[in-house]
């Protein structure tokens, strides 16, 4: 199985970013898709739930600025993200077959991706 994240980069503050996370090798309809981020020097911070019937869930600080969406065709999920602050600078993660809700250490999923780095920065 393998989940592969794209989209990351450099983007000026107010910016905006789409990332995407393509899976393979497990059943993705089946599975709620998560985005989980870690910041420089800090633990790492659940961000994104869409379930399989696209009920989305977010942590209060992008709610209103990010969205998760999935593709199940294509087997992806995205992350749209607008109004990017400094703060959202992180490496971000993409995961599925979670143990429990808004988990956060990759221990806790059955799948992880490699991780795309966001950038927000002038």
């Known amino acids: 199985a393998q989940l592969v994240e794209s989209g990351g980069g450099l983007v000026q503050p107010g910016g905006s970013l789409r990332l995407s996370c393509a899976a393979s090798g497990f059943t993705f309809g089946s599975n709620d898709m998560n985005w989980v981020r870690q910041a420089p020097g800090k633990g790492p911070e659940w961000v994104s739930t869409i379930n399989t019937n696209g009920r989305t869930y977010y942590v209060d600080s992008v709610k209103g600025r990010f969205t998760i969406s999935r593709d199940n065709a294509k087997n992806t999920v995205y992350l749209q993200m607008n109004n990017l602050k400094p703060e959202d600078t992180a490496v971000y993660y993409c995961?599925?077959?979670?143990?429990?809700?808004?988990?956060?250490?990759?221990?806790?999923?059955?799948?992880w991706g490699q991780g795309t780095q966001v950038t927000v920065s002038s």
């Open positions: 995961a599925a077959g979670g143990i429990r809700d808004r988990a956060v250490f990759t221990y806790e999923y059955a799948y």
